[in-house]
Structure formats: C-alpha cells, structure tokens
C-alpha cells in the first residue's frame, strides 16, 4: 500500500465529491449542488487561501479528504486552523488514513504560521475518537448553535 496525501488540485472533484457525499450522510446532511460546486471552487481557488482541501490516495484511487478553514482568534496574534472535514472511505480505515490526513494538516498549519488545529465531533463517534484521543487533546468544551 502506498498512501500519498496532496492538496486538492482543480482536476479533483470528480474523485472529492463522493468522499465529501459520505462524510455528509454520515452526519445525516444532504446539500445542494450549487454548495458542492462552490465549496471545491473554494477549496481549490488562490483567491481563498483560507479555505484548503487535501485528498489522500492509496495506491493512486481516492480513499479520504480533510478540509481546513484558517481564521483569526482575538486571543492570538496568529490564525487558529479549524479542521472542519476529514473522511476516510470505509476500505481504507485501518491503514493511517485519518492520521495521515491530520498530521498533514498540522504540517501545512505548522508551516503557514498557524500552530493551534482544533476540531469537533459527536461524542458517540466512538471510532473516530479513539484516533483522536491519540493525536489530540480532548477539551472541557460544549459547542452551542442557532
């Protein structure tokens, strides 16, 4: 097995899309097209170097995505990283996908001046938290919406 973890690239979307589709109906949400369109025009676009995309391959097929949104935090001089997005295709779990996927993103935050990475999921995502409680640190946090 030889896993490559790369930026989006434009070219990509056919290949993004269907992880991104899974990941959504693992959260029980459908979204429009037109979200779909814009969010990889994003993700791939210079003119939002805030929003990013990485794909990850195995053996050249598209096996998981993550995606990450730079912002500013009033208590930094620097921007947080907010991992928002990361999928791996249920044939790759257990290959390092997940972890491959998010050491990526501590490097490019790392690399872009943006130390703090932090992420959120559901508390019964028991298979997902068991890699996190391993690369992460779990905060005392409950997150409100409206």
């Known amino acids: 097995m030889s896993l490559t ?3 989006l690239e434009t070219g ?8 991104w589709r899974a990941y959504l109906d693992f ?7 037109a979200v779909y369109d814009t ?4 993700l791939v676009s210079p003119d ?3 929003q990013n995309g990485l794909l990850a391959l195995e053996d050249g097929q598209a096996v998981g995505v993550v995606h990450f949104i730079y912002h500013p935090h009033n208590w930094r001089m620097e921007k947080v990283c907010y991992l928002q997005d990361l999928y ?6 257990g ?22 990475v932090y992420w959120l999921t559901q508390d019964f995502n028991t298979s997902a938290r068991r890699l996190y409680d391993r690369i992460g640190t779990l905060t005392p946090f409950i997150k409100y919406t409206r």
């Open 5 to 7: 973890i790369r930026p």
């Open 12 to 19: 990509d979307q056919a290949a993004w899309a269907p992880l």
């Open 27 to 33: 959260y029980e949400t459908a979204l429009p097209d």
């Open 39 to 42: 969010t990889f025009a994003r």
């Open 48 to 50: 939002h170097p805030d």
């Open 88 to 93: 791996a295709a249920p044939e790759a779990r």
């Open 95 to 116: 290959h390092g996908v997940g972890r491959a996927l998010i050491e990526a993103v501590y490097a490019r935050a790392d690399a872009d001046g943006c130390p703090s």
